[in-house]
């Protein structure tokens, strides 16, 4: 307890007679008692005054944030994730706020992992949840974000200030985390040529987007790679560019670690070249598919981080949030106008975000942050494709793009026409097929279907741009493949010949090197190739998607040393390797 002003009491005790007589027989004689006078010194006891105290000290509540929080801590916390505890102190019983400290202490089942103080510091009268000020924050050791903990916040645990009850000092809480994988991202410097003014833009390798992903998504890391830059040449000024871009990453994401996989590839498109020049004037700002692990974004400075985190949202399988007048909005989202709902708390800046003026990232309002209901969603689908076990396996990459607003589409009742792409053979792992009604087929040299399987369909759609794929990855069959065919209610929608020469491919495919790097021939210049480029022979890297004309080099910084690079023919056949000194 706090000491206060005492007063005090002096108790005087007369000794016995032999302090005054002292052999005197009772006799006292003046001169005798000046030479011998006696000092008594007297006990001090020290007393409060006697005064009632009537202000108490209690926890009400404990919240613990990692992104976003309810008043219940009902959103999932995640291991190793960081985590900012606010603990709600309160005084009552009095009109000024004492002085006093908070100590929380956490174990985990029988073991005691340590203890944190704050204070002393004034303690609120009244707490609330949109002022940090008043609550006693606390940011957790990473030792403590894991498995199921205890945690037991004590106020004034020395016992300095008066209060009229003791008791009630401490508030338990008990909190578990979930091991959730980090988020493998895997960002992909585009290289733009700028077709209406031949200008080229590309920035050097760099990461504008983990940060902001790391305190929104339910993850407790982002771990990062930059994938050799990759060429593109359009306008992307204009919507059906971006749909060709998005497809060709697709394929580059499908030869290299399977549409199945949890890795994000994310194309980052630079929009200032060297000279100060920009091809930017407005319009789509990113563009990704719903559920499939592959977007690409505009680099635009520090909104960045928000922008991809939107697309990777519709990459995680979530849909738009009710503001700005999106389409494919998500007819569930719970709050109105895409408010994030509850309270939000960005713990690299404890920074505290209020509920109602803040809004869901998969919305087009802003300030952006994520809202409870998108983050349980996030955590689900990581969640999901952590536990995907599929192993990859020699297959036919059939793929095809939709294009829903032709007239064509219209004659033929309504259904789209559908561009089947070229035809890779590749080692892979077969996307999830949905309930959409459309098969992939491979037919032999006498139209006779001899493979067939569910396709699955990749949707993308935001303001002013959407697109849509059919994706099959199908078993090599023993009979050779001539045709390739995707079907919907009965009805052909999209066909394409590829009659594999495999012999012709094999005979006329060569490598040189050269001073710039090494050039490839492969003799057939009608027939679409993918390049690609490995140390192993296992892990593959893209340097050329769908390139025609039978030619191609590869810059020399592009070749592994003692690697392989490998043709593979767009027409199913199987693909040419080639040994890199």
């Not at 306008?235 to 497809?247: I, K, M, N």
């Not at 849509?468 to 045709?483: F, G, N, R, Y």
């Not at 995707?486 to 594999?500: E, I, K, L, N, Y």
Request: charged content about 15%; some cysteine; aromatic content about 6%.
């Amino acid at each position: 307890m706090r000491e206060r002003p005492t007063r005090l009491l002096a108790v005087v005790v007369l000794l016995a007679a032999a302090l005054i007589l002292l052999g005197s027989g009772g006799t006292t004689h003046a001169a005798a008692q000046r030479r011998a006078t006696q000092k008594v010194f007297m006990p001090a006891v020290l007393q409060r005054p006697a005064e009632a105290a009537t202000q108490d000290l209690t926890i009400t509540h404990l919240g613990l944030f990692q992104s976003v929080q309810t008043a219940t801590n009902s959103v999932s916390l995640i291991a190793d994730k960081p985590a900012l505890l606010r603990v709600f102190a309160q005084a009552t019983g009095t009109t000024i706020p004492p002085v006093a400290e908070v100590t929380v202490r956490a174990q985990r089942g029988e073991t005691y992992l340590g203890s944190l103080t704050l204070g002393p510091e004034a303690v609120s009268t009244q707490p609330t949840a949109g002022d940090l000020n008043t609550t006693f924050n606390f940011d957790l050791p990473s030792s403590w974000l894991s498995g199921d903990v205890t945690l037991t916040a004590t106020i004034d645990a020395v016992n300095t200030v008066p209060e009229a009850n003791e008791v009630n000092n401490a508030h338990t809480s008990q909190f578990s985390f979930l091991e959730v994988a980090p988020l493998q991202l895997t960002i992909i410097p585009i290289r733009y040529t700028h077709t209406p003014t031949g200008q080229e833009f590309l920035d050097p390798p760099h990461d504008p987007v983990s940060n902001w992903l790391q305190g929104a998504f339910p993850v407790s890391r982002v771990d990062v790679s930059y994938h050799v830059p990759f060429s593109f040449s359009g306008d992307l000024r204009q919507p059906g560019e971006w749909q060709r871009l998005l497809e060709e990453l697709s394929t580059l994401s499908a030869a290299e670690v399977g549409q199945g996989s949890a890795t994000v590839y994310y194309g980052l498109i630079p929009t200032v070249n060297a000279s100060g020049a920009t091809w930017f004037e407005g319009g789509v700002s990113g563009f990704g598919w719903i559920g499939q692990r592959v977007s690409l974004g505009l680099d635009v400075g520090a909104a960045t981080g928000n922008s991809a985190g939107h697309e990777l949202g519709h990459n995680f399988g979530r849909h738009h949030a009710p503001c700005g007048n999106p389409s494919s909005v998500d007819p569930h989202y719970p709050y109105p106008n895409a408010t994030i709902g509850v309270y939000g708390v960005d713990t690299e800046e404890e920074l505290l975000l209020a509920p109602a003026a803040n809004f869901d990232m998969m919305s087009y309002c802003g300030p952006e942050w994520v809202s409870d209901y998108t983050y349980e969603g996030l955590l689900n689908n990581q969640l999901m494709r952590a536990a995907q076990t599929s192993q990859p396996s020699e297959g036919l990459l059939v793929r095809a793009m939709l294009e829903t607003d032709t007239a064509e589409a219209t004659a033929a009742g309504g259904l789209p026409e559908v561009n089947v792409l070229p035809v890779y053979r590749l080692s892979g792992t077969a996307p999830a097929a949905d309930d959409n009604g459309y098969t992939a087929q491979l037919l032999d040299a006498s139209g006779a279907i001899v493979a067939t399987q569910p396709a699955a369909l990749f949707v993308a759609e935001e303001e002013g741009v959407s697109a849509q794929m059919l994706v099959a990855h199908m078993p090599t069959p023993d009979t050779a493949v001539a045709a390739v065919r995707f079907v919907r209610d009965g009805r052909v929608v999209g066909q394409r010949v590829v009659s594999a020469g495999e012999a012709e491919m094999g005979a006329t495919a060569a490598a040189q090197a050269t001073a710039d790097g090494m050039a490839l021939t492969w003799g057939r210049a009608d027939v679409p190739a993918l390049v690609r480029v490995s140390v192993d022979g296992v892990n593959w890297t893209t340097v050329a998607l769908d390139a025609l004309g039978g030619q191609l080099t590869v810059a020399r910084d592009q070749l592994p040393a003692g690697g392989v690079i490998q043709i593979v023919p767009g027409d199913g056949s199987p693909a040419v390797n080639f040994e890199v000194e």
